[in-house]
């Protein structure tokens, strides 16, 4: 199998932004906004931006603290030590919760407890993405909690989310609270927080997705198997954030594509996302995939050295073939051939008339068994 780093995101990254306008204008919807805000935080690999209407605990957000800081990529999802007396080492949460409390984005309680079940509140958010910005207990004197709270409104950290100081957090309130986060000027003013992810604004001054995700994008793989995906990822699969034909999807319906056939997927190791695309798939993705041999290579007459189009045996369809990179594969000069059997990444495009055009995007040249 070939896996190659993506230089320009293909057909991963279109279909995860399949249903979000890459800038939004004033005159767009709330929903639409959101959309956007939801896929920026699911590319980030912050959080899990499925079942936005959960509550949130204290170890979650500790987490997602990590998740959005630069110990992202050395914090273990393995503890050797027990920080709190209700946290013991084996917590899935426990070196998340050491991080958070050691760099005093969140503290614990009298007793020497964090209750790491407990539901997190608006204050207890504040304190944690300021301490992200470079802000330390330091910088607000008297009423401590009030002077966060001022500074966090100033910063409009607190834009679309519409709850009080003393309110629990949902999923929805936190990607609305990371993505202010990832706009917002650091203390020391130097651009914005969201480089630390990678992430630009677009002209309109919201964060561009698309350039998140082209950073470290891998792949395609083919797998076929849950045993199988979870030994070739980089990273814990129980912290992955994943996509199933551009829909957002929590692991366990992840599995179940694969108990009744195999995915193409792309992936981010950095963010721990993690896209894939099933035949004939369903979704918001007007991306798909097929398995089959190659049975033609068509040429233009005029132009025999490269070629337009690839035909497989399995539904008589030809898939068209515009980029350089796909021309070469399947030339002369590439590594493709009739009788092959590879797996095509593709797009599909329906005009006035009805008339359905297939492009190639991508391939894997293994089988799918």
Not at 124 to 144: K, M
Not at 162 to 190: H, M, Q, R, V
Not at 289 to 306: F, L, P, Q, R, W
Request: glycine fraction near 8%; charged fraction near 20%; proline fraction near 3%.
């Amino acid at each position: 199998m070939k896996e190659r780093i993506i230089a320009v995101s293909l057909a991963a990254v279109s279909a995860v932004l399949a249903a979000a306008p890459m800038e939004v204008s004033a005159a767009s919807s709330s929903s639409t906004e959101f959309e956007l805000r939801k896929k920026v935080i699911g590319i980030s690999g912050i959080m899990d931006i499925t079942g936005i209407y959960q509550p949130v605990t204290r170890a979650q957000f500790a987490q997602m603290l990590v998740q959005a800081s630069e110990y992202r990529n050395t914090t273990s999802d393995r503890s050797t030590v027990s920080v709190f007396a209700d946290v013991p080492k084996d917590n899935m949460y426990a070196s998340y919760i050491r991080v958070a409390a050691t760099k005093e984005w969140m503290t614990g309680y009298l007793g020497g407890v964090f209750r790491p079940d407990q539901y997190v509140t608006l204050q207890e958010a504040a304190r944690g993405v300021l301490a992200l910005l470079g802000y330390t207990s330091e910088d607000f004197t008297g009423d401590q909690i009030g002077g966060r709270m001022s500074m966090f409104e100033y910063l409009d950290l607190n834009d679309e989310i519409g709850k009080s100081s003393s309110d629990t957090l949902t999923k929805e309130d936190c990607i609305n609270l990371f993505y202010n986060l990832l706009k917002a000027e650091p203390k020391d003013g130097n651009g914005i927080y969201g480089t630390v992810l990678g992430c630009e604004l677009t002209s309109d001054g919201e964060i561009n997705p698309l350039a998140m995700a082209d950073n470290s994008l891998k792949g395609p793989k083919v797998v076929t198997s849950w045993s199988r995906f979870a030994e070739s990822m980089p990273f814990g699969v129980n912290e992955g954030n994943y996509f199933v034909n551009g829909t957002a999807v929590d692991m366990e319906l992840f599995k179940s594509y694969l108990n009744t056939g195999y995915l193409v997927i792309y992936y981010n190791p950095s963010a721990k996302t993690v896209w894939a695309y099933s035949e004939n798939g369903d979704g918001d993705s007007d991306r798909n995939v097929i398995n089959g041999h190659i049975a033609h290579i068509y040429y233009n007459s005029s132009d025999v050295m490269t070629p337009t189009e690839v035909e497989l045996d399995v539904d008589g369809s030809r898939y068209r073939l515009d980029s350089s990179e796909m021309q070469f594969a399947f030339s002369m000069y590439g590594t493709l051939e009739v009788g092959d059997r590879i797996t095509l990444i593709y797009s599909t495009v329906t005009d006035g008339n009805g008339e359905e055009t297939r492009t190639v995007l991508d391939y894997v040249d293994e089988d799918v068994d």
